[in-house]
């Protein structure tokens, strides 16, 4: 079935360093691929997304990249700061009867910047 | 705030019980979806509706049920309770309910069950 794996599981960078997450998904099929960012306690937010007729997007300091034939994308976060620290999730469309309904999410990486 | 509320914000009950999780869309929004995030886990889709129907349904137990109304607020209801249901459940909506129509997230119920 579709599946999305998402690594590291765990980042900790120092502040003003990149940070980059990685997923791979296994439909071939999907064409949507948002990320959230979820603050401790606190409900997902998406920070920045993606479709497949595009190879990266850029938003201020985060960045998004894909690569369909490989199946994988990434998140990338430069000049880090501590208010950066949260979980994140990637996900990608997935397949309903035909159609194209659904997120399926990544495990989501805790990532820690520290001052 | 995503617009999108979700009550109560607690709930704790015990084994074998059953609860009703509510969820209101935000403003305009015909599509609910439902989520499922254990301790320390991603975020497990369960079910989604669109204007009051079944459009999507994910690795939902039978023990679960949900429905939208015609006010298309939605309500999730989970039974015969068990230690393992304890989790965070969140309630999202979107516009009209395609996979990259984005999903505004509620701040989530918190189902502990004892």
């Known amino acids: 079935g579709e599946n999305v794996e998402q690594h590291p599981s765990t980042l900790s960078v120092q502040e003003g360093d990149s940070a980059v997450i990685k997923c791979t998904y296994s439909?071939?099929?999907?064409?949507?691929f948002p990320w959230y960012k979820q603050e401790l306690g606190k409900r997902p937010q998406l920070i920045i997304d993606?479709?497949?007729?595009?190879g990266e997007k850029k938003d201020q300091r985060i960045a998004v990249t894909l690569n369909k034939t490989a199946k994988h994308f990434s998140l990338h976060i430069t000049e880090t700061q501590p208010e950066d620290s949260a979980v994140y999730f990637c996900?990608?469309?997935?397949?309903?009867?035909?159609?194209?309904?659904?997120?399926?999410f990544g495990a989501g990486t805790r990532l820690a910047v520290h001052p | 705030d995503s617009g999108v509320t979700q009550t109560p914000k607690h709930l704790i009950t015990a084994t074998g019980q059953r609860v009703t999780l509510r969820c209101s869309p935000r403003?305009?929004?015909?599509?609910v979806y439902w989520y499922q995030q254990s301790l320390d886990q991603g975020l497990q889709f369960l079910i989604q509706?669109?204007?009051?129907?079944?459009?999507a349904k994910g690795n939902i137990l039978e023990r679960f049920s949900a429905q939208q109304f015609p006010d298309l607020h939605s309500e999730l209801n989970l039974s015969s309770l068990e230690l393992g249901d304890s989790a965070l459940y969140f309630c999202?909506?979107?516009?009209?309910?395609?996979?990259?129509?984005?999903?505004?997230f509620g701040p989530g119920t918190r189902l502990t069950v004892l």
């Open positions: 999202a909506s979107s516009v009209v309910g395609l996979a990259d129509n984005e999903q505004f």
């Open positions: 439909d071939s099929a999907s064409n949507y």
């Open positions: 993606i479709r497949s007729n595009v």
């Open positions: 996900a990608a469309s997935g397949p309903l009867s035909g159609g194209y309904n659904k997120l399926i």
């Open positions: 403003s305009g929004d015909l599509s």
């Open positions: 509706y669109y204007n009051g129907e079944e459009r």
